[in-house]
């Protein structure tokens, strides 16, 4: 039963959610469905649970959070069980999820993508069966490259000539934060940085980028 409680409640010492609060919480409040259960590994903490929703659809949720980010158990248990012993407690773990609680598995990157894959692997192989898998972990952000900082607040295109990278004597001047075209090749590597093309400019234009 405890362990039962503590995977129930272990969002509330996890890190911030971008999204609503869940449809459900074990032990606190709406319909649980499977297993609800947590988990130490050597990145950190996650743990994962089941709801039905309204419609009947199952959902899978999980949270993480690395070693050193985590909250005592002691602490988060007493914080919940205050939370459920006030005059409306589901009102206040649901706003205490969408306020400070919960996890960052979605735009997660080092460390914390590390617990928060540990996190989807388990609730995968424990997804109820009657029901549809859970999610897969979503793919990584894209990266973004932007034209670099500068004092004049522009910076001076240079010209791909036989493959080499030359400076022109009328560059086209673009503003400082300008999108990249990062897929667009070739790129070329100097000791300024990286020089790349820009999406709506001649092909065999480059401009110094840096990553976003």
Not at 82 to 100: I, L, Y
Request: aromatic fraction near 8%.
């Amino acid at each position: 039963m405890l362990r039962r409680f503590i995977a129930g409640v272990l969002f509330a010492v996890l890190s911030g959610l971008a999204q609503a609060a869940p449809p459900c919480v074990p032990a606190v409040y709406g319909t649980q469905v499977g297993n609800a259960d947590y988990a130490r590994t050597d990145a950190g903490w996650h743990a994962y649970f089941f709801c039905r929703g309204a419609s009947g659809n199952v959902t899978a949720h999980v949270i993480a959070c690395v070693h050193g980010s985590c909250l005592p158990i002691g602490t988060f248990v007493d914080k919940v069980t205050s939370m459920k012993r006030g005059q409306s407690p589901v009102d206040t773990v649901r706003a205490a999820w969408d306020a400070e609680f919960g996890n960052k598995c979605e735009t997660a990157a080092g460390a914390l993508k590390t617990v928060c894959d540990q996190a989807y692997a388990a609730a995968r192989a424990n997804f109820p069966t009657d029901t549809p898998p859970a999610p897969t972990p979503p793919p990584p952000p894209a990266e973004v490259w932007e034209i670099a900082p500068s004092t004049s607040g522009q910076r001076p295109s240079r010209k791909v000539v036989n493959g080499q990278l030359v400076t022109m004597a009328s560059p086209v001047h673009l503003p400082v934060g300008t999108v990249c075209a990062a897929a667009v090749t070739p790129t070329f590597s100097t000791t300024a940085g990286t020089w790349m093309a820009v999406h709506s400019q001649t092909a065999d234009l480059r401009w110094l980028c840096r990553k976003k």
